[in-house]
C-alpha cells in the first residue's frame, strides 16, 4: 500500500522521529534505519528494509560508495505522508476510514504518536460517550502522549481546553466573591458564632489569594506549592457545600442571598480546582522525552492587577525517575505584557550555556527586544553564564502555550520542524 515503507512490525505507522521539543533552529530530521518509536509496550526499534533496496537503486545508478548508499536510503524514506496513506493504512488495520477516523489518525501522526490499532483503541475509549469534538479529541491525545487512559482525566482536561481558564483571573474574581459571601453571612444573623467562624475562615482564605502572586511556585518567595494550593481549595469547597447543606442557613430573603453567595463561591472554587488539576494532569511524568515535563500558570505580580504567566520546565530523563535539573533543562514562559502584548521565552540551559528564541506578535515589540538583547546577555554573564544564540520572529501563533503544551508536527511534513516564523 502507499507508505508502506514507514509501517512497524506491531502493525502501527511510523510517524517518523518526533523530536518536537522547540530548539530554535530548523531541522530535517530523516529517518533512520533503526529508526526508534514508541509503542503501547514501549520503545522499540523500526527496521526499513524497503529503504535499503532503494538505497541500492540509487547507488548502482551513481555508482557510488556503500556508505552513500545508506545516506540515499533514509533521504528516500524523508517524504510528506499524504491523507491516502493514512487512508489505506487505516484499512489494513481494519478500522474504517470515517471522516473521524481519518481526523483522529491524523492527529496521531501529527503528535508523534504511533498509528495502531491499540493506541486507537485506548482514544475510542477514553472518548466513548462524549460529543467527540476538537477538544476531545485534542484532551485524549494529550492524555495518550502522557500514558493516561481515563475518562474522568478526559472530562476535566477537555473542559479546561475548552474554557481555558486562566489562574491569575480565578483568583481575582474568587477574592471578591470570598468578599460578597462573609458580608451576607453577617447580615444573615441566624447563627452568629458559625457566622463568625466561617468569617474568620473565609478571611484567611482570602489572604492566602491575595499573597499568592508573591508566594506561589516560581514567584518571588515560592512557599506555596500547587499540591497545598489544591488541598487549600478542595477543603475550602467541601467545607461551604457542608454549610451550604444546613436547613436553617438558607431561610428568609437574607438566607437567601447567603445560598446565592455560597453556590457562587464554590461554582469558582471548582473552577480553580479543575484548572489545578488540569495542570497537574498535564505535569504527568511521561516516558516520552519531548513530553516530560512541568507545567504552570503563575500569577505574575509584576502585573497590576496580576497577569497569568504560564511556564513549562522539561525534566531531565524519562518516567518517574526522572526530575527538573537546572543544569540541562528547556523553559518556556509565555505572558502577557501591558506594552508589548504577548510574549514567549524559550529557553535552553546547558551547564553554563544558555540560548534564546523569543516570539512576539508584531515587529515593533521584535526590535526593541534585540535592542534590550545586550542588557540581558550581560546580566547572565553576571551570573557565570555564556548566552549561545538570542533569536527573536514575529509568530502570533507561537506566543501561545498550547502549541508547546501539545508538541505538533505538520502533517505536510513530518520529518522538519521549525519552530521560528
Excluded at 12 to 40: D, Y
Excluded at 148 to 175: C, R, V, W, Y
Aim: proline share 5%; with cysteine.
Amino acid at each position: 500500500m502507499p507508505g508502506e515503507g514507514l509501517n512497524t512490525a506491531a502493525g502501527g505507522m511510523h510517524p517518523g522521529r518526533p523530536v518536537i521539543w522547540p530548539t530554535g533552529k530548523s531541522q530535517q530530521t530523516p529517518v533512520s534505519q533503526t529508526q526508534t518509536t514508541e509503542t503501547a509496550g514501549g520503545i522499540r526499534n523500526v527496521s526499513t528494509s524497503k529503504s535499503s533496496s532503494q538505497a541500492s537503486e540509487v547507488s548502482q545508478a551513481s555508482s557510488s560508495t556503500a556508505a552513500q548508499a545508506a545516506d540515499a536510503a533514509q533521504a528516500s524514506v524523508a517524504r510528506a505522508i499524504t491523507v491516502e496513506d493514512v487512508r489505506a493504512h487505516l484499512l489494513n488495520l481494519q478500522i474504517p476510514d470515517s471522516d473521524l477516523n481519518v481526523s483522529l489518525a491524523q492527529q496521531m501522526l501529527q503528535y508523534g504518536v504511533e498509528l495502531s490499532r491499540g493506541n486507537f483503541a485506548k482514544l475510542f475509549s477514553m472518548m466513548q460517550g462524549t460529543d467527540m469534538g476538537p477538544n476531545i479529541q485534542q484532551a485524549a491525545l494529550a492524555l495518550l502522549m502522557k500514558g493516561i487512559d481515563s475518562p474522568e482525566a478526559l472530562k476535566i482536561l477537555s473542559n479546561n481546553f475548552s474554557g481555558n481558564p486562566q489562574l491569575a483571573t480565578q483568583i481575582l474574581s474568587m477574592q471578591e466573591s470570598l468578599g460578597n459571601l462573609m458580608n451576607s453571612f453577617q447580615l444573615q444573623g441566624s447563627d452568629p458564632g458559625l457566622a463568625q467562624a466561617l468569617s474568620a475562615l473565609l478571611a484567611q482564605f482570602d489572604e492566602l489569594l491575595r499573597k499568592l502572586p508573591d508566594n506561589y511556585k516560581f514567584s518571588k518567595n515560592s512557599s506555596v506549592s500547587r499540591e497545598s494550593l489544591t488541598n487549600d481549595v478542595r477543603a475550602m469547597k467541601s467545607l461551604l457545600e457542608g454549610v451550604e447543606n444546613k436547613p436553617n442557613m438558607k431561610q428568609g430573603a437574607a438566607g437567601e442571598v447567603v445560598g446565592s453567595n455560597l453556590r457562587e463561591s464554590i461554582n469558582k472554587l471548582d473552577g480553580m480546582l479543575q484548572n489545578l488539576v488540569s495542570q497537574a494532569i498535564m505535569s504527568k511524568e511521561s516516558e516520552r522525552g519531548q513530553v516530560n515535563y512541568q507545567y504552570y500558570q503563575v500569577p505574575n505580580s509584576l502585573a497590576n492587577p496580576p497577569q497569568n504567566m504560564e511556564i513549562i520546565v522539561k525534566r531531565d530523563g524519562l518516567g518517574k525517575n526522572s526530575a527538573i535539573n537546572p543544569n540541562n533543562t528547556q523553559i518556556i514562559m509565555s505572558m502577557e505584557t501591558k506594552n508589548m502584548g504577548k510574549l514567549t521565552f524559550i529557553i535552553r540551559v546547558k551547564d553554563k550555556k544558555v540560548g534564546f528564541l523569543v516570539n512576539s506578535q508584531n515587529e515593533e515589540t521584535r526590535n526593541l527586544i534585540i535592542r534590550e538583547s545586550g542588557d540581558i546577555k550581560s546580566k547572565l554573564m553576571d551570573r557565570n553564564y555564556i548566552t549561545e544564540g538570542f533569536h527573536v520572529a514575529v509568530n502570533p501563533t507561537m506566543c501561545n502555550i498550547r502549541p508547546y503544551l501539545i508538541p505538533l508536527i505538520g502533517i505536510e511534513d513530518l520529518l522538519r520542524i521549525n519552530v521560528e516564523a
